[in-house]
């Protein structure tokens, strides 16, 4: 290839990086996006997991009642969630047999407009002394 040639070529080339880089960049940022969100939602359903079992181990004590348990998962995501979960709600349950405590929140977004809710259970059977 003689240097005319190779000269020309790369005058055919120029400004093909910018090009590239207006294609690949809003492509690259989406998936950096949507990791982060796949991140954050995750980190959100821990949280909500945890306070749940948190609750459900005060609902189902011995002489544990609903109104503790949920205190207690609400004490625990006012210690730890920060601002990963908003508009957390909590709601327990106590039958004879199994105790359930149900978490539900926003999790934190980076994607304008977009709010997914986190929804965890966790359920105990009931300390009670049988025969």
């Known amino acids: 290839m003689t240097t005319h040639r190779r000269e020309r070529l790369r005058r055919l080339e120029r400004g093909s990086t910018s090009v590239q880089m207006v294609v690949l960049m809003p492509a690259l940022f989406a998936v950096m996006f949507l990791g982060l969100q796949a991140a954050l939602v995750y980190h959100a359903r821990t949280l909500a997991l945890a306070a749940a079992q948190e609750g459900a181990r005060a609902t189902s004590a011995e002489r544990g009642t609903v109104r503790a348990g949920v205190r207690a998962a609400r004490d625990f995501l006012a210690d730890t969630a920060g601002d990963a979960m908003s508009r957390s709600t909590v709601h327990g349950h106590r039958s004879p047999t199994t105790s359930t405590v149900t978490v ?22 009931v300390e009670r002394i049988t025969s």
């Open 104 to 125: 539900t929140g926003l999790s934190l977004t980076v994607i304008p407009g977009w709010h997914p809710r986190v929804t965890q259970s966790a359920s105990l059977p």
